[in-house]
Each structure stands twice: as C-alpha cells, then as structure tokens.
C-alpha cells in the first residue's frame, strides 16, 4: 500500500513543481477523513508532513522509488490498478472534474503566467503584452500586413510597367486607345488587367484590415472582462468625480467613456477629482491632490476620447510607481539602442518642427510612435527646487520635494500608449509602427 501511494502521488507530479507539492499535500490534510476512508492515512499522513522533502538524488520532489535513470526528467510509469484509483482520485481533489493534473504542459503554462504577471520590469511587461494576443488574433494582423506588404510590391512593378508603356508609346494615345495600333491596343489590355488586380488587392486588402482590427477589439474586450468591474462600481466611480458643464457640453460621451477607461485599466485614481477645460492643450494635474484633468478642446469624436484616455494615463502613471519605472526603463533602453549608447536631451520643438513646444519641453530622439513618447521631465526637479529655494521651514516643503522627484519620472510613454487603445484603429496603428510599445501597454492592461 505504501508503495501505491506514492506512485499515486509520483504520478500527480508529471511536469509538477515543488509548489505544486506543496499544495498537494495541503489537500491530502484537508482531506483526511475520505483518505482514511480509502485507508491510506498513514502514509498520507507521512507524506503530507513531509511534503517539501525530496530524496537525494531526485530533484523533481520525492522519487518513486525506482532508480532514476535521470535526476532532470520525470518518471513517465504509467500506473496500475488501485494506484491509479488513487491516481485518479488526487487529481479530482486537486483540478476538480477533468483537471489538468496529469497534463505537465498545462501546469507549466500556468505556472509560467503566474510567473510573467508578477514581473513588473518592462521586458515582463512586454512579455506579458505578447502573450495575451491569441493566435487567430495574431494571425488577422499578420495577414493584413502581408496583404499590404503584396500590393505595394505590386503597386510598384505595375507603375513601373505603365511608365515604361508611356514612355514607349506616349501617355495619351495609351490611356485613349486612339489611332489604336495593334501594339497600343495590347499595351491598354494590358494596363486594364493590372489595374483590375490592383482593385482586387486593395479590396482584399480592407476586408483584411477590418479582420485585423476586429481582432484588435477582441483583445481590447478581453482585458475589461478579465477585470469583470461591475456596472455599479463604475457608475460610483464616474459620480465621485466633479466634471464641469463644458466638458459635457464639449463632450457629451465623457461618462462612458471614464467608464470604459477604469473598466479597461482597473485603475481608478485617487487623485483625480474632476475634469475641466481651462485651456486648449489638454493636460493632466496628475503631481496635484487636487487632480484635474483639462481635456482641452479637440476637434472629432475619437481625438476627444484618445486625450481623455492619455490624460487619465497620467494619473494612472503618477500613482503606479512600478509601472512607472517601467516606463521610464522602456523608453531610455529604446533610445539608447536608437543612439547607440548615450542619452542626449533634445528640444521637442527642434524633433517635430512645432514651434508651440516651449524650450523647456525636451525628449530623447527614437523611432517612437511619436517623438512625444520620448518627452521626459527631468528638468523639472533642478528648475522645481531652484523655486523653492529660500522656503525650506514651510511645512509643506518635505512633500513637496517628494513629490517634485515624483513628477520629474514622468513620462509620455504609458498616454502615448493608453490613447491608442481607445478604439481598434489606433490599437492596429500602434502595433504597426511601434509593436513594442503595443506590447508594452498591452502588459501593463493585462495585469
Ligand atoms: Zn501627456
């Protein structure tokens, strides 16, 4: 019997780790009585206080008994009889009706994302962010990119050929037909049937873009409902913050799509109170307790929703210190690999060729989305504590420090990215130019 009951337990263990074990033997605790019941208990009883053991030369757990052939893989006996009654029996009280117990794959997979959720650096995150895409998901951009990557080819070879067929017989007497020689008659058939597939691809190539960014919405509906925020706490959360008349007047939306953003983010802020429009550049007062959002004044529908999405953003980055580190990680490690080495500030004015950038507005030059995502705030902390000079015995001055050295973390790189994810189109455009930034959000909205 002994015997039996640890080739049960060693069959529990294929492609198990140690932790796994661990909550094994928590089970069999619990489960005394019906082990009893299968008059195991002594052994259980043994088993399960030595639960973290392992023998010597084994170094999956405990061994079956059997000379290991080899320490590194697992023993694959298949077991007989009560044993794996028993077997069978373990794995029920373990993973319930049809469980994964006996599958080393599946546990290893969920151990792995258990693993990848907890790394909040920016590789985990973009790890994370890779991962959550679903194959057919995967497969809809992928096909799309390809379908584009077929018609600018052809688009090429085919006006190559037709400048060649004008320069041969003159533009007009090839898009007329006139004087119709046998050689310009072939030559317009000819141009006739290229521009057909031309037609045929493009075609081809907006059915695939809508695939594409549906599979973009499925993902983006697949992180709120992970959340599963209810209706209710939602509602409790948009009525707690004090939104000024103009922007419902500007904006009429703006409730849910706050709504959408939490559901979407998890993240409801604390220092958030209300949205304002007191400017026409959008920004947020994420260092400020009492937090405002101005949402600026914008033009369409879907850039309103976007701005209110990067404000939020800033928010959700100034109270979530490891995303953003992650932030700031993600962004310098790009630009270094961009310059090869050194991190040099350069004026956003000069990087984009707008003008309304103030001096102070500085980035690092990459092949960001946007050079605003390279922006950094740094300057803030020197030019913050050169004002505050002289006040050093106000009560408020410690915290106000702290919360200086806060703000001049500050990125652009979680809003650059947040906005993107308001709607399908952007998430495809992010993940075109800058897939690793998609990644990168997709991470931080997926823990
Ligand atoms: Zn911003």
């Keep these: ?28 605790k619990a489960e005394l009585i019906v082990v009893e019941i299968l008059s195991f ?9 030595k639960g973290k053991q392992k023998k010597r ?3 999956k757990g405990y061994n079956c008994g059997g000379s290991c052939i080899t320490r590194k893989k697992n023993c694959r006996k298949a077991l007989k009889g009560e044993a794996k009654n028993a077997a069978e029996w373990l794995r029920m009280q373990l993973h319930g009706k049809g469980g994964t117990g006996a599958s080393g794959e599946g546990k290893a997979k969920k151990a792995n994302e258990a693993k990848a959720k907890k790394d909040n650096s920016s590789k985990g995150l973009m790890k994370s962010g890779e991962d959550f895409l679903e194959n057919s998901e995967r497969k809809a951009i992928d096909d799309y990119f390809e379908a584009q990557k077929t018609l600018d080819s052809r688009k090429n070879k085919i006006n190559n050929v037709r400048e060649q067929l004008y320069r041969e017989y003159g533009a007009e007497l090839v898009k007329s037909g006139g004087g119709e020689t046998e050689g310009v008659k072939k030559t ?14 493009d075609d081809d190539l907006t059915s695939k873009r809508k695939k594409a960014e549906e599979a973009m919405e499925n993902a983006r509906q697949r992180v709120i409902k992970n959340r599963g925020i209810s209706e209710k706490e939602l509602n409790d959360y948009v009525n707690s913050l004090n939104i000024d008349k103009k922007v419902l007047n ?14 979407m983010t998890g993240f409801k802020s604390k220092r958030m109170k209300g949205l304002d429009i007191t400017s026409d550049r959008a920004h947020a007062e994420a260092h400020k307790n009492s937090g405002i959002v101005n949402t600026g004044r914008s033009q369409t529908e879907k850039a309103k929703k976007e701005t209110l999405f990067h404000e939020m953003s800033h928010f959700y980055e100034a109270e979530k210190p490891e995303m953003r580190k992650a932030a700031n990680e993600w962004r310098d490690r790009k630009a270094k690999d961009y310059s090869g080495g050194d991190l040099k500030k350069e004026k956003l004015s000069d990087l984009t060729g707008n003008k309304n950038y103030k001096d102070e507005e500085v980035a690092y030059r990459d092949s960001y989305v946007s050079p605003y995502v ?5 300057g803030n902390l020197e030019s913050g504590l050169a004002a505050l000079k002289g006040k050093e015995s106000h009560p408020a001055y410690n915290n106000t420090v702290k919360r200086l050295e806060e703000s001049s973390q500050y990125t652009e790189v979680v809003s650059m990215g947040v906005e993107r994810f308001a709607n399908r189109e952007s998430m495809l455009d992010l993940y075109e130019k800058d897939k690793k930034h998609f990644d990168l959000i997709l991470g931080m909205l997926s823990r």
């Design 1 to 28: 019997m002994l015997c039996d009951i640890r080739d049960a337990l060693q069959y529990m263990r294929f492609g198990a780790s140690e932790e796994e074990l661990i909550e094994l033997s928590e089970v069999l």
């Design 41 to 49: 208990s002594d052994n259980v009883v043994d088993f399960a206080a």
């Design 57 to 59: 030369k084994c170094t």
């Design 188 to 201: 317009r058939e000819k141009l006739d049937a290229k521009t057909k597939e031309l037609d045929r691809l």
């Design 250 to 263: 500007d904006n009429p939306k703006i409730r849910e799509q706050i709504k959408e953003y939490v559901a």
């Design 374 to 378: 390279g922006k950094t705030y740094e």
